[in-house]
T-cell receptor, first 113, second 115 residues
Framework: KAGVTQTPRYLIKTRGQQVTLSCSPI?????VSWYQQTPGQGLQFLFE???????NKGNFPGRFSGRQFSNSRSEMNVSTLELGDSALYLC????????????FGEGSRLTVL | QKEVEQDPGPLSVPEGAIVSLNCTYS??????FMWYRQYSRKGPELLMY????GNKEDGRFTAQVDKSSKYISLFIRDSQPSDSATYLC???????????????FGQGTILTVHP
């Protein structure tokens, strides 16, 4: 069974640009969550989508947004990039979002110069 | 004070040792408890998942939850060099509302098992 797939794996952007990251969940999983991981803050929750609806959102500015498609694939977008947005962005999927059992992809490593 | 506290280590042990990793938490609403293993430049891999207080064993790994003390542990028996990774504890509240998809993680403990 294929795991969570994230693309691109690595990318470099400059301040002020925007970026779109993609996530394909495990087949049959309808819940997709996004996390940001940095050395200083660790893993922090961004948002969660289920059946194309955002149901939960973490404490991040409006520059961070996402969406989910009818096939459960998800994208997240960061606009007006700042140096502090450099991080590993992780997508996780779940078959039962009530239990917190999440399966993570390998992440997209974003560097902002 | 963070909701979940985890000693970042680093922790270095010889091969074959028993490793004990711990987390404490302050949010009594946490109902689900997980341990993830993360290798360098990889995403977190789910190791153990528990709901109730008590012990859960899976091979060389044992997860322990004490809700009364707000304390969880992961024990690794007969540790191997391949166990060298960062171990993250994670917790979530019962499903619904602001808990959907949201795990609260500890900072992670860096473990090195040397031959």
């Amino acid at each position: 069974k294929a795991g969570v797939t994230q693309t691109p794996r690595y990318l470099i952007k400059t301040r002020g640009q925007q970026v779109t990251l993609s996530c394909s969940p495990i087949s049959g999983h309808r819940s997709v969550s996004w996390y940001q991981q940095t050395p200083g803050q660790g893993l922090q929750f961004l948002f969660e989508y289920f059946s194309e609806t955002q149901r939960n959102k973490g404490n991040f500015p409006g520059r961070f947004s996402g969406r989910q498609f009818s096939n459960s694939r998800s994208e997240m977008n960061v606009s007006t990039l700042e140096l502090g947005d450099s991080a590993l962005y992780l997508c996780a999927s779940s078959s039962d979002p009530n239990t917190g059992e999440l399966f993570f992809g390998e992440g997209s490593r974003l560097t902002v110069l | 004070q963070k909701e979940v506290e985890q000693d970042p280590g680093p922790l270095s042990v010889p091969e074959g040792a028993i490793v004990s990793l711990n987390c404490t938490y302050s949010n009594s609403a946490f109902q689900y408890f997980m341990w993830y293993r993360q290798y360098s430049r990889k995403g977190p891999e789910l190791l153990m998942y528990t709901y109730s207080s008590g012990n859960k064993e899976d091979g060389r790994f044992t997860a322990q939850v004490d809700k009364s003390s707000k304390y969880i542990s992961l024990f690794i028996r007969d540790s191997q060099p391949s166990d060298s990774a960062t171990y993250l504890c994670a917790m979530s509240e019962r499903g619904g509302g602001t808990s959907y998809g949201k795990l609260t993680f500890g900072q992670g403990t860096i473990l090195t098992v040397h031959p």
